[in-house]
């Protein structure tokens, strides 16, 4: 059972436009959504989050969309650059109660290709 | 700041062999989780821990085991290795409250043969 789902095994974006990674999920229980970035041989590192509250938070060149009805979200990164080249996941957290103690449900992941 | 340390990076072991993957953490996180990834899939959590003498398992505990004595390690055991356990293996840390994020170390390549 997937609760978080990244349906898009990978994107190709020329530099300089904008990349969209997407993320459903199912499970309302969810509170609190995570990007993280990936290059090979090292670990996972954070991106961006956003609460359940928000439907839209920006750093930067990446913003994070949450639509809780449609239970999507989406990563917007604008202008795109060959450095921002790896793979992305989201994740997702329940804190309902808290005793979820932090634990995150992955999705599989997208390999971005952003081309000079 | 070393962040998440893991040992070692890479490690072949023959099916029934046990091993220990290292984990340490010095940002003072109370919160740490073992989480290992296959070929196209995302992470999913083995086990974690609240805090040094607590841990739970997450949802692939089987086959393996964790301690927490301190804050700052959170060691893995496999025993009686199985070619399933071929995975690359991350450990995080984090705070544990509310809207944070999770920091993960560099991961351990495991090939069980």
């Known amino acids: 059972d997937q609760q978080v789902k990244q349906n898009s095994p990978s994107l190709s974006v020329q530099e300089g436009r904008i990349s969209i990674l997407n993320c459903d999920y199912t499970?309302?229980?969810?509170?609190?959504f995570l990007w993280y970035k990936k290059y090979p041989a090292e670990g996972p590192t954070f991106l961006i989050s956003?609460?359940?509250?928000?439907d839209k938070n920006e750093d930067g060149r990446f913003t994070v969309f949450l639509n809780k009805s449609a239970k999507h979200l989406s990563l917007h990164i604008v202008p795109s650059q060959p450095g921002d080249s790896a793979v992305y996941f989201c994740?997702?957290?329940?804190?309902?109660?808290?005793?979820?103690?932090?634990?995150?449900?992955f999705g599989q992941g997208t390999i971005l290709t952003v081309h000079p | 700041n070393a962040g998440v340390t893991q040992t070692p990076k890479f490690r072949i072991l023959k099916i029934g062999q046990s091993m220990t993957l290292q984990c340490t953490q010095d940002?003072?996180?109370?919160?740490m989780y073992w989480y290992r990834q296959d070929p196209g899939m995302g992470l999913k959590l083995i086990y974690y821990?609240?805090?040094?003498?607590?841990?739970d398992k997450g949802e692939v505990p089987n086959g393996y085991n964790v301690s927490r004595s301190t804050t700052e390690d959170f060691p893995l055991r496999l025993e009686l290795a199985a070619p399933s356990q071929t995975s690359v293996y991350f450990c995080?840390?984090?705070?544990?409250?509310?809207?944070?994020?999770?920091?993960f170390g560099q991961g351990t390549r495991l090939t069980v043969v």
């Open positions: 940002m003072n996180h109370n919160y």
């Open positions: 821990s609240v805090g040094a003498g607590i841990t």
């Open positions: 499970n309302s229980m969810f509170d609190y």
């Open positions: 994740a997702a957290s329940a804190y309902a109660g808290g005793t979820s103690y932090g634990k995150l449900t």
């Open positions: 956003i609460s359940s509250i928000k």
């Open positions: 995080a840390s984090s705070f544990g409250q509310m809207n944070t994020e999770a920091f």
